[in-house]
């Protein structure tokens, strides 16, 4: 699923890979070079003998870097072209489900997508070119003398394979231990930084901050202990390194190889075993990176179903004129509803009441598709409810979200509109006139969740919100919460108004619009 999103760009990261492979050779080239230069000066021969190593020590060194550089920007040329994509598919998806709200899993979803972009650079492209620069060190010191070469060959097998084996074995642990933990911290600090206020007037700020303090004096004890073993298979893998390149210098004197030739094998494994090292980090990033990258496999791929069936539904379906929406003995187990049935057709006004908890917001979300209802049946016409249903069913429901955006933004939400219909759907709700006492008007800033609005000024914006939105049938939770009596009223009125043909799907608790003539259905829950 996410290399099939790489496919588009498999030139660049093809290019970006072999600008890796080459900067890895020069590096060792560059050190077997050296120890040649430095070998064969040492025994004081004329300049000229020397001429082409001095060029070539030079070359390797200043190509290194700028093969290091080209290669860092040709890889993440690629790969930030290639989450463009991932990005837009995570967001369209998560647009279509059900809101996510801990701080855990709102972290966790910018971090996921990341892990689409570390699987590349540091995991695949780093991982081939270390594999490549590994085989070749092999085949070249095969070359000089095989004993070596089989020699190098062991080490690069604990240090290319078996290390990083036990690596990914160990990160997955850690992963598993440390995933909970850590969202149990980003948890707890999210609330301690959401309720600040409340936890202060309280006076239970403190007893707060210790549970996150012991919180995370358990997080960074499991992360001790682990990081410890951790090392542990670091200082395996330098020592198997340093004792790779003491075998090969055996084995390359066994072979009775020149002395300076002996000493470019033994320094080339050190740099080659250096190279190996990346395999290591690579195994560890990749075992982290499996559930991150799991979880944005899964968010495509619901985004790619979601999307199919958003697009069956055909604009010429979303009218009530020839249809209703039909609720037939519906149930949600633990939430309430029980049996409820009901018809809502073209200019409906339906008001349903009943006590706090009994499940009228349930109700609603059962209307517009977003609770699951566990028996009965939901219908559209003579089909079911078209899959997302916002086309047909919609409106103000509870904890409405708003924006740190302006007051427009958070209205339009992009839609495009005309100012007409902006301010009409303002008016509707009582919140046009606001809008014009504020000296920066439609561009008022609501602060971060609303905070910079009053409770009535944030329910206009989102009762606004919906009308402007308003399909044919429009479900409104308790609209005029938060709204002095007379402004209630008259609010409630010029909604009505405002829906028009569309019917109208009220919960309240407020007597008044229980008993108002406006509403020609009751349904009341028990
Ligand atoms: N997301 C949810 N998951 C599980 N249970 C829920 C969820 N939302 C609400 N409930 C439970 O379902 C029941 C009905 O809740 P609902 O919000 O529909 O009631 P309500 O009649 O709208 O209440 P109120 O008048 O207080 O807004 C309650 O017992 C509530 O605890």
């Not at 992009?414 to 809008?435: K, N, Q, S």
Request: proline share 4%; net charge neutral.
């Amino acid at each position: 699923m996410i290399w099939s999103l790489a496919r588009p760009h498999w030139a660049r990261l093809l290019g970006a890979g072999l600008l890796g492979l080459l900067a890895e050779l020069a590096g060792v080239g560059l050190m077997a070079t050296a120890t040649w230069l430095l070998i064969t000066a040492a025994g004081q021969p004329p300049i000229t003998a020397l001429t082409v190593a001095i060029v070539a020590v030079r070359a390797l060194a200043i190509g290194r870097g700028g093969l290091r550089y080209v290669e860092r920007l040709a890889g993440h040329d690629a790969v930030l072209r290639m989450i463009t994509g991932v990005r837009a598919q995570a967001f369209s998806s998560l647009s279509t489900q059900p809101a996510v709200r801990t701080g855990d899993a709102l972290s966790r979803l910018v971090s996921d997508v990341d892990a689409v972009q570390d699987l590349v650079v540091r995991v695949a492209l780093p991982a081939a070119s270390a594999a490549v620069v590994c085989l070749i060190a092999v085949g070249v010191t095969g070359l000089i003398s095989p004993a070596a070469a089989l020699m190098l060959a062991g080490g690069l097998l604990i240090t290319g394979v078996a290390l990083p084996w036990l690596a990914a074995r160990l990160a997955s642990r850690q992963a598993a231990r440390l995933a909970p933990l850590r969202a149990e911290m980003a948890i707890a600090t999210v609330d301690l930084a959401h309720g600040a206020a409340d936890l202060a007037a309280f006076g239970a700020r403190d007893a707060h901050a210790a549970a996150a303090s012991r919180q995370a004096a358990a997080l960074a004890s499991v992360e001790r202990n682990l990081s410890r073993r951790a090392f542990a298979i670091d200082a395996l893998a330098a020592i198997t390194i340093g004792a790779t390149a003491a075998a090969v210098l055996l084995a390359a004197q066994s072979d009775q190889i020149s002395g300076t030739l002996t000493g470019v094998l033994t320094v080339g494994t050190l740099a080659t075993g250096e190279v190996s090292l990346i395999l290591l980090s690579a195994a560890r990033k990749n075992a982290e990176l499996t559930t991150p990258l799991a979880r944005v496999t899964a968010l495509i791929r619901v985004d790619q179903g979601k999307t199919r069936r958003e697009s069956d539904t055909p604009d010429g379906e979303s009218s009530l004129d020839q249809r209703e929406l039909r609720v037939t003995d519906v149930s949600v187990a633990g939430r309430g509803v029980s049996g409820v049935s009901l018809c809502v057709r073209a200019g409906d006004r339906i008001v349903v009441v009943g006590p706090s908890g009994v499940g009228k917001s349930t109700l609603l979300g059962v209307l517009a598709g977003t609770v699951a209802p566990t028996s009965g049946s939901v219908t559209w016409g003579d089909g079911p409810l078209p899959s997302p249903a916002h086309r047909v069913v919609g409106g103000l429901f509870a904890d409405a979200a708003v924006f740190h955006a302006s007051v427009e933004e958070n209205l339009t939400l992009g839609r495009p509109c005309t100012p007409t219909e902006r301010d009409d759907a303002a008016r509707a709700a009582g919140l046009l006139e606001w809008v014009a006492e504020q000296p920066d008007g439609w561009r008022t800033l609501v602060g971060e969740d609303g905070t910079a609005l009053s409770g009535g000024q944030r329910q206009r914006l989102t009762l606004a919100r919906a009308l402007l939105h308003a399909p044919p049938v429009l479900l409104l939770d308790e609209p005029t919460e938060g709204l002095d009596p007379a402004h209630a009223d008259a609010v409630l009125r010029s909604v009505l108004s405002f829906a028009g043909d569309r019917a109208v799907v009220v919960v309240t608790h407020r007597t008044a619009e229980r008993d108002s003539s406006a509403f020609q259905q009751v349904l009341t829950l028990s």
